[in-house]
């Protein structure tokens, strides 16, 4: 069976960003257990940053 594979777009909402209105900084494909991790390591390190996640 193939596995759900999700759409992540990352935004950064940091001072740098501000005349643009944040900037996307990444777009990948990823599995399920790959964007968990990302959401769980992004809220941690980077609370600057928001992801957008579309299921493919």
């Known amino acids: ?4 594979l999700f759409t992540v777009e990352a935004f950064s909402n940091a001072p740098e960003q501000k005349p643009s209105r944040g900037c ?3 777009v990948t ?4 257990e ?3 991790a990302l959401v769980a390591r992004e ?6 940053r928001w992801l957008k996640v ?3």
């Not at 809220?43 to 600057?48: G, L, Q, V």
């Open 54 to 56: 579309t299921a493919q």
């Open 34 to 36: 790959q964007r968990d």
């Open 43 to 48: 809220a941690e390190k980077n609370p600057d």
């Open 29 to 32: 494909d990823m599995t399920e």
């Open 24 to 26: 996307v900084y990444i």
């Open 1 to 4: 069976m193939d596995q759900q």
